[in-house]
């Protein structure tokens, strides 16, 4: 499968963004879906994920109240809805595909296939 985020961009504080991710080559269904994201000089972090599952969300507690993961099964797309951005939101944003379990789907090794990421820059 290969996937394609999109729609980072630079915003202000408080502002919003919609990121979007694409699958070609394989249908998300039964699929995990995650978000993750690297600033400069940290290691990647889980941000949000749904599960293959039944459809959970899980949050990592910065992003909780106001990011929210869906996912569009017919047009192949899961996003990621962030609000009241804050300027430690500044990252590169990564989505990928895997099965992991839910008791551990923040975890990035569990993850197969990723996407090239897309940068979110917000300004104070």
């Known amino acids: 499968v290969q996937l394609q985020a999109s729609g980072g961009g630079l915003v202000q504080a408080g502002g919003s963004l919609r990121l979007s991710c694409a699958a070609s080559g394989r249908s998300f269904r039964n699929w995990s879906v995650g978000w993750f994201r690297q600033a400069p000089g940290k290691e990647r972090e889980f941000v949000a994920a749904?599960?293959?599952?039944?459809?959970?969300?899980r949050y990592a507690d910065s992003v909780k109240g106001r990011f929210t993961i869906s996912s569009d099964n017919a047009k192949n797309t899961v996003y990621l809805q962030m609000n009241s951005l804050k300027p430690e939101d500044t990252a590169v944003y990564y989505c990928a595909t895997g099965r992991p379990v839910l008791s551990a789907i923040d975890l990035p090794g569990l993850y197969r296939s990723w996407g090239q990421g897309t940068q979110v820059t917000v300004s104070s």
């Open positions: 749904i599960h293959w599952g039944g459809g959970t969300t």
